[in-house]
């Protein structure tokens, strides 16, 4: 639990700076990109090693992300090295995610269906969805599980909807025994 306030103050900072300095859409794509990276081996073992000193994490930061990220974006991840908090960088990006989104009306939404949703479906998901949130726009995450045998899940704002068989048959099996 200390790592996520950590990383949202860090997040929060970062936001704040980005935005005084109207960088918080090419910043945001950078945290996406070290998310990206922050979930490879290699990069997460430098991150969270102690036998690597905070030196030479920095200076691999930098042959990784030196012109891939902005300015403002390496100097941010070389003072989290220095701070000896660089085991706070992956949890960093993801809370700049939720904070760049919230700030910008982007709902998070996922949804796991038996089949493929088609065009026309995601479509009129997305504009009840944009209805029902005055969200600005949906950002939706699409997975197939056919174990729901036929309909959805619905995921956003820590809400579930669940609208699948196999949910409707789980609720019949308790109803008869």
Known sequence: MKTIRVAQR????????????KLQHKVYADMQL???ISKEKDF????????INS?????ATVAVFD?????LTLEFLK???????????PQVAVQFDDIYKAANGILSTEIQSAVALDENTRKQLVEKLKKQTK???????ESVD????????????????????????????????
């Open 10 to 21: 860090y997040a929060k900072a970062l936001y704040d700076l980005a935005a005084e300095e």
């Open 34 to 36: 070290i998310s990206t």
């Open 44 to 51: 997460k073992n430098l991150l969270v090693s102690p036998i």
């Open 55 to 59: 030196g030479k994490k920095v200076e």
């Open 67 to 71: 012109d891939k990220v902005q300015k």
């Open 79 to 89: 003072l989290i090295i220095r701070k000896k908090r660089e085991y706070t960088i």
């Open 135 to 141: 969200a600005n726009e949906i950002d939706l995450k």
């Open 146 to 177: 056919q174990d729901l045998i036929g309909g959805f899940v619905l995921k956003y704002q820590n809400q579930q909807y669940d609208a699948s068989i196999r949910r409707q048959l789980s609720e019949l099996k308790k109803s008869l025994t």
